[in-house]
């Protein structure tokens, strides 16, 4: 699987937009990306996936930059119970269950 | 759906004892992942089975370490005898499967373990 970098921690406003990147510069063809959040305490949660086009559904949007190398998850209107470590994976499709987990995103959002 | 389920949430033991986690998948799925997750080493992926089948277990630390999935709706992790390293939280998830176009996975809400 191929690897990833996100920043350790970031910080979001309470109403405001949080952007949170991923750069998987060694990302093959047939690998997705995969977001997956974990609020103190709690397991792992889904959030959205996506191969090459932007997805978007009721917690988030991914945007997936042409190369695919990079990647964004958009949470439109963050709100504190939005504080969470955010992991991003890249996977290969059709090949087993593995999630391989980074260090992740620790995102705070401040009110 | 109640979603996956644990048990217990927190065990407490002491060092050479036997400890069994337990976890009912949700209803329907065939996968099931068991992780483990520290301060060092985050979360780790240790096994997991695909119709009740273990499929990859090199995540498993040592002889120490087993899991079985007797039936679609039961699995457990067993540490026997256990130490103190092994303290940490252990989370079950499940999955619609390995094949197709669903695989995310749902996670329980994790047993605390903690060896003394």
């Known amino acids: 699987d191929a690897k990833t970098t996100q920043p350790p921690s970031m910080d979001c406003a309470e109403g405001r937009a949080a952007n949170l990147p991923c750069n998987h510069s060694?990302?093959?063809?047939?690998?997705?990306v995969y977001w997956y959040r974990q609020i103190h305490s709690q397991g792992p949660q889904y959030i959205i996936h996506?191969?090459?086009n932007n997805e978007t559904n009721e917690m988030a949007s991914l945007i997936i930059t042409e190369d695919r190398k990079s990647s964004t998850l958009i949470l439109p209107h963050a709100t504190l119970r939005d504080t969470a470590v955010y992991y991003c994976?890249?996977?290969?499709?059709?090949?087993?269950?593995?999630?391989?987990f980074g260090q992740g995103t620790e995102l705070s959002v401040k009110p | 759906d109640a979603g996956v389920i644990q048990s217990p949430r927190h065990e407490v033991t002491e060092m050479g004892q036997e400890v069994t986690l337990r976890c009912k998948p949700i209803?329907?799925?065939?996968?099931l992942f068991w992780y483990r997750q520290t301060m060092m080493r985050g979360l780790e992926l240790l096994i997991y089975?695909?119709?009740?089948?273990?499929?990859?277990d090199s995540g498993m630390p040592e002889d120490r370490f087993s899991a079985k999935m007797p039936n679609a709706s039961f699995s457990t992790l067993k540490i026997q005898p256990s130490e103190p390293r092994d303290s940490a939280v252990y989370f079950c998830?499940?999955?619609?499967?390995?094949?197709?176009?669903?695989?995310?996975?749902?996670f329980g809400p994790g047993t605390r373990l903690t060896v003394t």
């Open positions: 998830a499940s999955s619609l499967g390995v094949a197709g176009n669903r695989y995310e996975q749902y």
């Open positions: 060694t990302i093959s063809g047939n690998e997705y």
């Open positions: 996506g191969l090459k």
């Open positions: 994976i890249v996977r290969v499709h059709n090949q087993g269950g593995k999630l391989i």
């Open positions: 209803s329907g799925h065939n996968s």
């Open positions: 089975f695909n119709n009740n089948v273990p499929i990859d």
